[in-house]
């Protein structure tokens, strides 16, 4: 059965005109029709369809479930990528895989300076239903990498994906099990010396993804599996 997102079905029993254009136009859906949704906040419902309007379909809840949430979190902060498709393609990817929040950083070497918002939490909607993951993504608006340094000054488990000097450990050497982690994904052209120098006296700690050069999306992918294969036990 396809899921369908609302944010608030208790307190609203009307799709959104999107959704309910989907449902009704799409796939012919009829009064008295069961259909399934999620509201990004751990909890699924099971409703009936009350009137299939194609811009504001109702429903009424049969069923509500709530989903156990994970014992860990995964915070990817990247700087994002000159083309746009690339960086949709890492949030819909990475959502896919269960990824809690993403940080948009503009570090000193960022080609992109502005990016919208919108697209991209289609994108973590659309991963989320596909996915049956049942929380939605928090996406954060872009800010400058000092600023989004010294917000997480005190918090544990963060790293940031530079190699330096070639020794660093690896990520998945590195993650604690049941815990959260944030890892920080560079520019192509990297962190300049002085945005390292800052990161590492905020204790971020420098790891290595692997023996080859990684574009910044596939980073940014690479490291949201490690961190769930280390707590998937695998």
Same mark, same amino acid.
């Given at each position: 059965?396809?899921?369908?997102? @609302?944010?608030?079905?208790?307190?609203? *029993?009307?799709?959104?005109?999107?959704?309910?254009? @989907?449902?009704? #136009?799409?796939?012919?859906?009829?009064? $008295?029709?069961?259909? /399934?949704?999620?509201?990004?906040? !751990?909890?699924?419902?099971?409703?009936?369809?009350?009137?299939?309007?194609?811009?504001?379909? +109702?429903?009424?809840?049969?069923? +509500?479930? =709530?989903?156990?949430?994970?014992?860990?979190?995964?915070?990817?902060?990247?700087?994002?990528?000159?083309?746009?498709?690339?960086?949709?393609?890492?949030?819909?990817?990475?959502?896919?895989?269960?990824?809690?929040?993403?940080?948009?950083?503009? +570090?000193?070497?960022?080609?992109?300076?502005?990016? #919208?918002?919108?697209?991209?939490? #289609?994108?973590?909607?659309?991963?989320?239903?596909?996915?049956?993951?049942?929380?939605?993504?928090?996406? *954060?608006?872009?800010?400058?990498?000092?600023?989004?340094?010294?917000? @997480?000054?005190?918090?544990?488990?963060?790293?940031?994906?530079?190699?330096? +000097? !070639?020794?660093?450990?690896?990520?998945?050497? #590195?993650?604690?099990?049941?815990?959260?982690?944030?890892?920080?994904?560079?520019?192509? $052209?990297?962190?300049?010396? /002085?945005?390292?120098?800052?990161?590492?006296?905020?204790?971020?700690?420098?790891?290595?993804? !692997?023996?080859?050069?990684?574009?910044?999306? =596939?980073? $940014?992918?690479? /490291?949201?599996? =490690?961190? *769930?294969?280390? *707590?998937?036990?695998?």
């Amino acid at each position: 059965m396809n899921f369908y997102y @609302h944010p608030n079905p208790e307190e609203n *029993n009307t799709l959104s005109q999107e959704e309910s254009a @989907h449902l009704v #136009k799409v796939f012919r859906a009829k009064s $008295g029709d069961e259909i /399934a949704i999620m509201d990004g906040l !751990g909890k699924s419902y099971l409703a009936k369809i009350m009137d299939p309007n194609p811009r504001k379909c +109702t429903f009424e809840i049969i069923e +509500t479930k =709530t989903a156990d949430p994970k014992n860990y979190g995964v915070h990817i902060a990247i700087a994002p990528t000159k083309n746009i498709d690339r960086l949709e393609w890492f949030v819909e990817k990475s959502c896919e895989m269960g990824v809690n929040e993403i940080s948009l950083i503009q +570090t000193q070497r960022s080609e992109r300076k502005k990016v #919208k918002l919108d697209r991209l939490e #289609k994108k973590a909607i659309s991963a989320m239903k596909q996915s049956k993951n049942f929380w939605k993504c928090k996406i *954060n608006e872009l800010i400058k990498v000092d600023q989004f340094i010294e917000s @997480h000054k005190n918090i544990e488990n963060k790293f940031v994906a530079y190699v330096e +000097t !070639g020794s660093e450990d690896l990520l998945q050497k #590195k993650i604690k099990p049941n815990s959260n982690a944030l890892i920080l994904i560079g520019p192509e $052209g990297d962190f300049t010396p /002085a945005e390292v120098d800052h990161l590492k006296s905020s204790n971020f700690e420098l790891v290595s993804l !692997g023996d080859h050069v990684l574009r910044t999306e =596939t980073a $940014g992918i690479a /490291a949201v599996h =490690t961190v *769930n294969l280390v *707590n998937q036990g695998l």
